[in-house]
């Protein structure tokens, strides 16, 4: 039931389309009806069996005057032109019925088509949206090749499954209420037994399909568990290939690729079951009527022989919606185990969120300050007891071995996560109190590993400014030591980076992540280990635009190497997610400490 309300929800937007494509549907099924039901007088009048009526009845929207009216016009034509001329007209008759039944389908099918396209933008809009909102702990704990499996396959399969079903789910009842309610008209008798039969093979359909939902949830889980195979096959390859390990990496993709594969068997053959199993009930069906019907003509003269014709006609036009209705109730319980698996992410709780009264911040005047007693993940703490206060154009390094505590420590304060029982604080507001958006806006960051988009190098440097000029893009570059190297390639700030900037160094990719932080303008700079991972040659040159980048600023610095942090007016030293020392760099090498220890493992030689 949730999955239906689930579903229901992208529905609403588009009820007023979808009010429309019904209404035709409900025509179409009205001159598909009476296209059928000309066959009746067409073959009476054949056999020699139809029955002239000679005065009409007063025009109404019933059975009785539309059928009484009808015969008394064709009684009129085989008077005054004789038969042949009648039989013409109910063949044009049947013609123009069939015409405008096909033109109110099409009409129909124009006014469902926005419906089902749009909502399946709607749906991945509203996962792109959820990514966007989502704290960067909850990507620490998904998979992301899961989370594009979630975004791509699993909602290509609802719109497979689920959407463009609803054709069948609007078109196919609409035809079976109609199509019975003329049936019931005709004989109830016959009809009678029509309505005992037909449940029991709906019955007979759920049950073959009771597992379908539960395999098609396992399929989908284990389509995610290979797209981030993939996707770390794809980040991993130089790794794969230095260590040898292609056929390993490819043991384990085929492993699991054929474990989806069987179960997506399973799941097709089910589904595909869906279409032979209603033809054949569908047949028996209709053997058992014609049995049934024919006794009533031959035995008990209940039935013309024309009309127990014309009902077959009519009930085999109820055996084509069936069939599609059974047939979509198949895909509709292989796409809700989709809907779970998209829901998984839109519910997902974002434990990071704005107050409702949440304070503006535009400048930043006087200190950043950490109060933390503690901050944890799940259970085992991951800082304790960190104090600390930065005054406003002052510049702080944060030292200590991997796993100590420092890139944790400053993602508090950005709001990337937040703290478990303490405070961080700008002029001495807590940042839980305020926006989001400002508190990030006062804020720019330089990586360990530059993240580059495919784009051009433009775009790059720009990249979530609102409005930008070609001119600050390139002072930007010129204080970043980016424009020597950017001017010198074809189309210049106009060229393409690559995907994750694959054509670029590693220190021309830090030059324009530099440019790209001068140009937001920041008053609060976060450097996270950003000369660490380049030569000599590219460090001087990052080295020269981070001190470019620094000038006026109070920066947070998350160092490895030690030389570029000599100058640093406070060296914050941190083990097991506490501060163990702090102070100048001569100072804390004076206390034969700590940072002492750090500071000759990197200089012995």
Same mark, same amino acid.
């Given at each position: 039931?949730?999955?239906?309300?689930?579903?229901?929800?992208?529905?609403?937007?588009?009820?007023?389309?979808?009010?429309?494509?019904?209404?035709?549907?409900?025509?179409?099924?009205?001159?598909?009806?009476?296209?059928?039901?000309?066959?009746?007088?067409?073959?009476?009048?054949?056999?020699?069996?139809?029955?002239?009526?000679?005065?009409?009845?007063?025009?109404?929207?019933?059975?009785?005057?539309?059928?009484?009216?009808?015969?008394?016009?064709?009684?009129?034509?085989?008077?005054?032109?004789?038969?042949?001329?009648?039989?013409?007209?109910?063949?044009?008759?049947?013609?123009?019925?069939?015409?405008?039944?096909?033109?109110?389908?099409?009409?129909?099918?124009?006014?469902?088509?926005?419906?089902?396209?749009?909502?399946?933008?709607?749906?991945?809009?509203?996962?792109?949206?959820?990514?966007?909102?989502?704290?960067?702990?909850?990507?620490?704990?998904?998979?992301?090749?899961?989370?594009?499996?979630?975004?791509?396959?699993?909602?290509?399969?609802?719109?497979?499954?689920?959407?463009?079903?609803?054709?069948?789910?609007?078109?196919?009842?609409?035809?079976?209420?109609?199509?019975?309610?003329?049936?019931?008209?005709?004989?109830?008798?016959?009809?009678?037994?029509?309505?005992?039969?037909?449940?029991?093979?709906?019955?007979?359909?759920?049950?073959?399909?009771?597992?379908?939902?539960?395999?098609?949830?396992?399929?989908?889980?284990?389509?995610?568990?290979?797209?981030?195979?993939?996707?770390?096959?794809?980040?991993?390859?130089?790794?794969?290939?230095?260590?040898?390990?292609?056929?390993?990496?490819?043991?384990?993709?085929?492993?699991?690729?054929?474990?989806?594969?069987?179960?997506?068997?399973?799941?097709?053959?089910?589904?595909?079951?869906?279409?032979?199993?209603?033809?054949?009930?569908?047949?028996?069906?209709?053997?058992?009527?014609?049995?049934?019907?024919?006794?009533?003509?031959?035995?008990?003269?209940?039935?013309?022989?024309?009309?127990?014709?014309?009902?077959?006609?009519?009930?085999?036009?109820?055996?084509?919606?069936?069939?599609?209705?059974?047939?979509?109730?198949?895909?509709?319980?292989?796409?809700?185990?989709?809907?779970?698996?998209?829901?998984?992410?839109?519910?997902?709780?974002?434990?990071?969120?704005?107050?409702?009264?949440?304070?503006?911040?535009?400048?930043?005047?006087?200190?950043?300050?950490?109060?933390?007693?503690?901050?944890?993940?799940?259970?085992?703490?991951?800082?304790?007891?960190?104090?600390?206060?930065?005054?406003?154009?002052?510049?702080?390094?944060?030292?200590?071995?991997?796993?100590?505590?420092?890139?944790?420590?400053?993602?508090?304060?950005?709001?990337?996560?937040?703290?478990?029982?303490?405070? /961080?604080?700008?002029? *001495?507001?807590? @940042?839980?109190?305020? +926006?989001?958006? #400002? $508190?990030?806006?006062?804020? &720019? %960051?330089?990586?360990?590993?530059?993240?580059?988009?495919?784009?051009?190098?433009?775009?790059?440097?720009?990249?979530?400014?609102?409005?930008?000029?070609?001119?600050?893009?390139?002072?930007?570059?010129?204080?970043?030591?980016?424009?020597?190297?950017?001017?010198?390639?074809?189309?210049?700030?106009?060229?393409?980076?690559?995907?994750?900037?694959?054509?670029?160094?590693?220190?021309?990719?830090?030059?324009?992540?530099?440019?790209?932080?001068?140009?937001?303008?920041?008053?609060?700079?976060?450097?996270?280990?950003?000369?660490?991972?380049?030569?000599?040659?590219?460090?001087?040159?990052?080295?020269?635009?981070?001190?470019?980048?620094?000038?006026?600023?109070?920066?947070?610095?998350?160092?490895?190497?030690?030389?570029?942090?000599?100058?640093?007016?406070?060296?914050? /030293?941190?083990?097991? *997610?506490?501060? @163990?020392?702090?102070? +100048?760099?001569? #100072? $804390?090498?004076?206390?034969? &400490? %700590?940072?002492?220890?750090?500071?000759?493992?990197?200089?012995?030689?």
């Amino acid at each position: 039931m949730k999955n239906v309300k689930f579903f229901i929800k992208y529905l609403k937007p588009y009820k007023g389309k979808i009010s429309l494509s019904m209404t035709y549907v409900v025509i179409s099924t009205i001159f598909s009806l009476f296209s059928i039901t000309m066959i009746i007088p067409f073959l009476g009048l054949l056999f020699n069996s139809q029955t002239l009526v000679k005065s009409s009845v007063p025009f109404a929207f019933n059975s009785h005057s539309l059928v009484t009216n009808f015969n008394y016009l064709l009684s009129s034509i085989i008077i005054e032109k004789g038969k042949l001329s009648a039989l013409i007209f109910v063949c044009i008759i049947i013609v123009v019925m069939f015409l405008l039944k096909n033109i109110t389908f099409f009409l129909s099918q124009y006014y469902l088509a926005p419906v089902r396209n749009g909502i399946v933008q709607d749906m991945r809009q509203a996962l792109y949206n959820k990514i966007l909102e989502m704290p960067v702990h909850f990507f620490s704990k998904e998979k992301k090749g899961d989370i594009m499996s979630k975004m791509n396959n699993d909602v290509s399969e609802i719109e497979y499954s689920i959407i463009r079903s609803l054709d069948l789910i609007f078109r196919s009842p609409i035809n079976l209420i109609f199509f019975y309610f003329a049936l019931l008209y005709m004989s109830p008798v016959l009809t009678l037994f029509v309505t005992i039969l037909l449940p029991l093979s709906a019955v007979f359909v759920g049950f073959v399909g009771s597992k379908l939902k539960s395999h098609s949830l396992l399929g989908q889980q284990k389509l995610g568990s290979l797209m981030s195979l993939i996707e770390e096959t794809l980040g991993g390859i130089r790794v794969i290939k230095a260590f040898t390990a292609e056929g390993m990496v490819n043991d384990k993709f085929k492993e699991t690729g054929t474990s989806y594969t069987k179960t997506m068997n399973t799941v097709t053959r089910r589904q595909m079951l869906a279409s032979p199993l209603s033809e054949f009930l569908s047949v028996v069906s209709l053997a058992l009527i014609m049995g049934f019907g024919g006794y009533l003509v031959l035995s008990k003269n209940i039935l013309s022989s024309e009309a127990f014709v014309g009902y077959i006609l009519l009930f085999t036009q109820i055996l084509a919606p069936a069939k599609m209705l059974s047939s979509a109730y198949y895909y509709v319980l292989k796409g809700l185990a989709s809907i779970e698996r998209v829901e998984s992410i839109l519910d997902a709780p974002n434990i990071l969120t704005e107050k409702p009264d949440a304070k503006s911040i535009k400048t930043f005047e006087h200190s950043i300050e950490f109060r933390i007693k503690e901050f944890k993940y799940n259970v085992d703490p991951i800082l304790q007891d960190i104090s600390l206060t930065i005054e406003k154009g002052k510049t702080i390094a944060i030292v200590g071995q991997s796993g100590s505590g420092k890139t944790t420590m400053v993602d508090l304060l950005p709001r990337f996560y937040d703290v478990t029982d303490g405070d /961080v604080l700008i002029d *001495g507001i807590p @940042v839980r109190d305020l +926006k989001i958006e #400002d $508190l990030r806006g006062l804020i &720019g %960051y330089v990586n360990q590993e530059p993240i580059l988009f495919n784009d051009t190098i433009a775009a790059n440097i720009a990249f979530g400014m609102k409005v930008s000029n070609v001119e600050d893009i390139k002072e930007a570059a010129r204080i970043a030591n980016a424009d020597e190297f950017i001017v010198q390639r074809a189309g210049q700030y106009e060229n393409n980076v690559g995907d994750r900037g694959s054509q670029l160094s590693g220190g021309q990719r830090q030059r324009i992540s530099i440019a790209r932080a001068v140009m937001k303008n920041p008053p609060i700079l976060i450097l996270d280990e950003a000369t660490s991972a380049l030569d000599t040659e590219s460090e001087r040159l990052v080295q020269t635009a981070l001190s470019n980048l620094m000038k006026n600023r109070t920066s947070i610095i998350i160092a490895h190497r030690l030389s570029t942090i000599v100058h640093a007016d406070e060296i914050i /030293v941190m083990n097991k *997610g506490r501060i @163990v020392e702090r102070g +100048k760099h001569n #100072d $804390l090498l004076s206390q034969d &400490g %700590y940072y002492k220890k750090l500071h000759d493992m990197q200089t012995f030689k």
